[in-house]
């Protein structure tokens, strides 16, 4: 079984078959130039988990804002990581639902690329920065490509008035962080 950095993935697919190694992978595949997969692999239905937690909040969005939402002043925050395809497809099903959902609102794509990392803090970072830059949204669905970002975004919510907290909702696909707190 194997889990390797998705900008490797190529090289390890190339040794592996060279070498006649079996493999599964696990969490990561390994993807050709389309996208398609090459290898078996235990992983989520990326796209999927995307859609279906944003399309949760999306269909809750009316018990926490109301109904009579402008679906203009709503907005998808995207904490991604675009060097990873199975992240940036829980990303394109999160963004998809969402316009299905508010086809007046807006997508924004934070690329945790350029934090360089995939931790809380950048989850804050990416968050305080973006949600500051777009004063016009009044609703927030974030969606967090893996736990880490949307605890991240959670902490940054945290600091803002109760009134802005109410008009924010949090979810994300992957958990890399909450078995760690059932210990």
């Given at each position: ?163 802005v907290q109410e008009k924010i ?15």
């Amino acid at each position: 079984i194997i889990d390797c950095d998705p900008t490797i993935a190529n090289r390890v697919y190339e040794l592996l078959e060279e070498l006649e190694i079996p493999y599964v992978c696990l969490y990561n595949n390994f993807f050709d130039e389309n996208n398609n997969n090459l290898a078996p692999a235990v992983m989520l239905d990326n796209y999927d988990a995307g859609d279906k937690s944003v399309g949760w909040c999306a269909d809750h969005a009316g018990e926490f804002w109301g109904d009579n939402i402008d679906s203009s002043k709503v907005g998808l925050l995207n904490l991604g990581w675009t060097t990873s395809p199975t992240f940036v497809l829980r990303c394109e099903g999160a963004a998809d639902t969402f316009l299905a959902n508010f086809p007046n609102g807006t997508v924004i794509e934070a690329d945790g690329v350029t934090m360089g990392s995939l931790d809380t803090a950048s989850g804050y970072d990416l968050t305080s920065q973006f949600m500051s830059a777009n004063p016009n949204i009044e609703y927030w669905i974030i969606f967090g490509c893996l736990e880490a970002y949307a605890q991240g975004a959670a902490r940054y919510v945290e600091t803002l008035a109760p009134e802005v907290q109410e008009k924010i909702m949090i979810c994300n696909s992957g958990s890399n962080l909450l078995p760690a707190e059932f210990a």
